[in-house]
T-cell receptor, first 113, second 116 residues
Framework: NAGVTQTPKFQVLKTGQSMTLQCAQDMNHEYMSWYRQDPGMGLRLIHYSVGAGITDQGEVPNGYNVSRSTTEDFPLRLLSAAPSQTSVYFC????????????FGDGTRLSIL | AQKITQTQPGMFVQEKEAVTLDCTYDTSDQSYGLFWYKQPSSGEMIFLIYQGSYDEQNATEGRYSLNFQKARKSANLVISASQLGDSAMYFCAMREAGGGGFKTIFGAGTRLFVKA
């Protein structure tokens, strides 16, 4: 049971570099989302998707892009990394519906120098 | 706009006692779902309990119960008979269906310390 797989687990970038955080799920979930977790601020929603080809912005979308070409994959792109994007990033998936809990990946710890 | 407020950054409880973690929310939707998740020091997110906005009875899952007061827009988590393994961060979350998006947002969390 792979569930939600995030890669890489750790990454260090220099300011201005770009990179893509990968997220894949094997549960055929329609709904996927990206969060960042910072101390004292909980999990903040970056972008989310309700199905292939459909994405929308969350609470803190600036500096991040997403696309959803398949049901399984939902990559998060940092276009030009900034120190303020140093955080732990979580990808989550669920079936649509109010009562469907999200399944989370193990997170990616990202440091921007 | 959606908003989740958890006013207790940290809480202490004696082992075997009950503890209540507070959560208030703000939404203009009539249909929504409320969740609690646990995050141990290892970092994974664990789903604990769910309450739907139209559910008349409070949700319960083992030692976890959700004290849902719709008029006050509160969804407090009650943990009975606390165990040392309950020491963790706890997050309240809300899902709305505005625009069909099923957007889910989280509160800032409460760190629970269980004392032996």
């Amino acid at each position: 049971n792979a569930g939600v797989t995030q890669t890489p687990k750790f990454q260090v970038l220099k300011t201005g570099q770009s990179m893509t955080l990968q997220c894949a799920q094997d549960m055929n979930h329609e709904y996927m989302s990206w969060y960042r977790q910072d101390p004292g601020m909980g999990l903040r929603l970056i972008h989310y998707s309700v199905g292939a080809g459909i994405t929308d912005q969350g609470e803190v979308p600036n500096g991040y892009n997403v696309s959803r070409s398949t049901t399984e994959d939902f990559p998060l792109r940092l276009l030009s990394a900034a120190p303020s994007q140093t955080s732990v990033y979580f990808c989550a998936s669920s079936r649509t519906g109010f009562g469907q809990p999200q399944h989370f990946g193990d997170g990616t710890r990202l440091s921007i120098l | 706009a959606q908003k989740i407020t958890q006013t207790q950054p940290g809480m202490f409880v004696q082992e075997k006692e009950a503890v209540t973690l507070d959560c208030t929310y703000d939404t203009s939707d009539q249909s929504y779902g409320l969740f609690w998740y646990k995050q141990p020091s290892s970092g994974e997110m664990i789903f604990l309990i769910y309450q739907g906005s139209y559910d008349e009875q409070n949700a319960t899952e083992g030692r976890y119960s959700l004290n849902f007061q719709k008029a006050r827009k509160s969804a407090n988590l009650v943990i009975s008979a606390s165990q040392l393994g309950d020491s963790a961060m706890y997050f309240c979350a809300m899902r709305e269906a505005g625009g069909g998006g099923f957007k889910t947002i989280f509160g800032a969390g409460t760190r629970l310390f269980v004392k032996a």
